[in-house]
């Protein structure tokens, strides 16, 4: 339940920075000097481009949560020790001097 949260956050910024950014560009479309012409096309091209990325991403992380999620699920010690590591070796680095 807790990654569908953390999905559904980065799901609605995402939403909301595409938003601002779509507001921006048409706000901008009675402009007629060149340079807010070209930015604003870089940016529509850009906003093409992060929803198409961010689609492919969403999808690979959902994936890749759902392999861990199985994971954890067949083999809960396995997974548990192997956290209790990575602890152990990330408060070892970090405690170094």
Do not use: C, N
Not at 70 to 78: L, N, S, T
């Amino acid at each position: 339940m807790h990654k569908e949260h953390f999905s559904d956050t980065l799901s609605a910024e995402m939403r909301e920075i595409v938003a601002h950014a779509q507001a921006l560009v048409e706000a901008t479309g009675g402009e007629v000097d060149e340079k807010i012409r070209k930015a604003r096309a870089d940016l529509q091209e850009r906003l093409h481009s992060a929803k198409d990325t961010y689609g492919e991403l969403g999808s690979l992380i959902q994936e890749k949560a759902k392999v861990a999620d199985a994971m954890v699920r067949d083999k809960p010690y396995q997974a548990m020790g192997g956290t209790f590591l990575a602890g152990l070796l990330l408060g070892w680095f970090m405690t170094r001097k």
